[in-house]
């Protein structure tokens, strides 16, 4: 079977044998799989967890179809069509038991410890599968990242029945935050800081207010729009949080989604934090319901993914795939492999 391998600097295809089959764990023939900024993250020569080592075979962005189950697994059946959870957890350890498996202690993420699904096929545990029915697979692999992450970072934002939210950077997670807000949480007026016209009129459609460029976005926003209790930062820039730190109400919390190597900068000073009660916290991947959740309202027509795959590729172009996302052109959402 062939798969995609990255090292620092390098995206190369590989053929090799197909992985054993362990319990528990189903074989799946990947239809679909999206790139994101962490992908990029590995080819720029990222420290890699705990467990995992270059050269890494990338992609938690993942479904397709079961092949095969282990004798010990009777589901989902061969045949079914499903979206891959991307972390696998332990169930076991106190963040687990509290729900929040996303910071499980024994997790193990698919396409970084595990060999994941820029591939012919990928083997993955079989209670970490969704279902996904006729949803277009294509859309169903961008539900394990962009969307299901989009769900958790809105569970943190919580901005109130009637609050205010406002989402720094609409690029793969960012768009599916604010489209999240619109169908779960209709009376949540939403701003979005965007970076094209392409994705700002994609968002305005959504019924979002809009600001374009990040620099400034703060002040322009509070003349335009006043201050916001949430505010959601997938800017994937070290400018992000300062930026949607000053956009926050008293009381207000920011929560922060991409991977950016670099210290933190709040722009502001203790007291600013403490006189406002300020809040800030970071949004990790997603659990199982989140993804189960999202699953539910793609396949309901709740949630329209028809903008959510800009590109796909068949995996012989791996290398332009991240090319292109590394060169983001306007109003880039995902780009999808297609082995
Ligand atoms: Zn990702
Ligand atoms: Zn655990």
Redesign the pocket.
């Given at each position: 079977m062939r798969y995609v391998e990255v090292s620092p600097g390098e995206v190369a295809l590989r053929r090799g044998a197909p992985s054993p089959l362990p319990p528990g764990h189903a074989r799946v023939r990947v239809a679909a799989c999206g790139l994101c900024g962490s992908d990029l993250h590995l080819l720029r020569g990222m420290v890699l967890p705990r467990g995992a080592a270059y050269p890494v075979r990338p992609g938690h962005e993942v479904a397709g179809v079961v092949t095969e189950l282990a004798p010990d697994v009777d589901r989902p059946r061969p045949g079914e069509r499903v979206v891959l959870h991307p972390l696998d957890?332990?169930?076991?350890?106190a963040?687990?038991r509290r729900g929040q498996?996303e910071r499980?202690?024994?997790?193990r993420v698919l396409g970084l410890q595990v060999a994941g699904g820029m591939a012919d096929e990928v083997v993955w545990p079989a209670r970490r599968l969704v279902a996904v029915g006729e949803l277009p697979l294509e859309r169903a692999a961008v539900l394990a990242d962009a969307v299901a992450t989009a769900h958790h970072a809105l569970r943190l934002a919580d901005p109130g029945p009637h609050g205010r939210l406002c989402v720094v950077g609409a690029g793969g997670v960012g768009g599916h935050v604010v489209q999240l807000a619109r169908a779960l949480r209709p009376e949540v007026e939403v701003w979005a800081v965007v970076r094209s016209s392409a994705s700002a009129a994609r968002l305005e459609a959504m019924g979002a207010g809009v600001v374009l460029g990040l620099e400034g976005a703060a002040a322009r926003l509070r003349a335009e729009a006043g201050r916001f209790d949430a505010v959601v930062d997938f800017s994937g820039t070290a400018a992000g949080p300062a930026e949607g730190l000053a956009m926050l109400e008293v009381g207000g919390r920011l929560v922060l989604g991409s991977v950016v190597d670099e210290p933190i900068q709040l722009g502001t000073t203790v007291t600013g934090m403490v006189t406002r009660e300020l809040e800030v916290v970071g949004c990790y991947v997603s659990t199982l319901e989140d993804l189960r959740t999202v699953a539910d309202l793609a396949r309901e027509g709740r949630i329209d993914l028809s903008a959510s795959v800009s590109r796909r590729l068949p995996l012989e172009r791996a290398a332009e795939a991240f090319d292109l996302v590394e060169r983001r052109p306007p109003g880039l959402v995902r780009v999808v492999l297609e082995p």
């Open positions: 957890v332990c169930g076991d350890c963040p687990c498996e499980c202690r024994r997790g």
